[in-house]
């Protein structure tokens, strides 16, 4: 009896989980009309060659609203072109090293690169919140994302997603974003925490001006304090994983 019962609860599951699966389909259906219409008026790349530089985006590191800047400054710019067509570019959670490798060194000397980090606690629990209200947008996370809604934040950070994922992008620690393990690629290194003034000085240094450049966050989650959502054992464990950032940002939990 007992294993009727588990084989029928793990056949509605499953069952519950196509009808979700299904649902999210429909809700995302309108932002990727949106996005397919907007798609040739974005640059897609965090290379901005009209302003000289290459932005390096962390999953969760207020990417989105750093993109926008960067954006609407190339598109002032007088110098704004689109890269070369013989430029392959990296996707967009690309390391510095892999801009490095797409651009050549002598390109990527000539530009400006920066990223931003941010205290390893509070952003894992902004990627866990990204799975749960923003990933099922994306068919190809739909169903990891369906299921990762299901369960508590322990089990998550727990899990294979908290343990070695920022969003869907596997990675060890925030440096592998920014260093080659020896030294770092990027020549500015700001915090979250510290994003609006650290965004001028990039600006200032980019010679880019900003007085009328709107500096939002855009593409947050909705959320409480992060130290609410943690057991020890979680806080243990993004301890272990980013302990270079830790140390060396004097970050706290």
């Not at 999210?24 to 990727?32: D, H, Q, S």
């Not at 993109?67 to 392959?88: I, M, N, Q």
């Not at 343990?163 to 620690?173: A, D, K, T, V």
Request: charged letters at 25%.
């Amino acid at each position: 009896m007992k294993k009727v019962l588990k084989e029928t609860k793990a056949a509605f599951d499953e069952h519950r989980l196509a009808f979700d699966f299904t649902i999210e389909t429909i809700r995302a259906a309108p932002t990727i009309v949106q996005k397919n219409k907007n798609k040739s008026k974005q640059i897609q790349e965090n290379w901005f060659p009209g302003i000289n530089a290459v932005f390096v985006h962390i999953p969760k590191t207020a990417g989105t609203t750093t993109h926008s800047l960067l954006s609407e400054a190339e598109h002032a710019s007088a110098k704004s072109r689109l890269p070369d067509a013989g430029t392959k570019t990296p996707n967009k959670h690309a390391t510095a090293l892999d801009w490095q490798r797409a651009l050549g060194e002598e390109a990527w000397q000539s530009l400006f690169s920066f990223c931003f980090v941010r205290n390893p606690w509070d952003l894992m629990v902004s990627s866990y919140l990204w799975w749960c209200q923003h990933a099922t947008k994306f068919k190809s996370r739909r169903r990891a994302a369906l299921q990762i809604r299901k369960k508590s934040f322990d089990h998550f950070i727990h899990s294979d997603y908290g343990r070695f994922y920022l969003n869907e992008i596997h990675g060890p620690s925030l440096s592998a974003w920014y260093s080659d393990g020896a030294r770092d690629l990027v020549d500015y290194i700001g915090r979250f925490e510290t994003y609006e003034s650290d965004m001028r000085h990039i600006l200032d240094r980019l010679g880019v001006e900003h007085g009328k450049l709107p500096i939002k966050q855009e593409n947050s989650t909705a959320r409480s304090a992060y130290r609410d959502y943690y057991s020890q054992s979680g806080r243990d464990i993004v301890a272990n994983r980013f302990a270079d950032i830790i140390k060396r940002f004097d970050y706290k939990f």
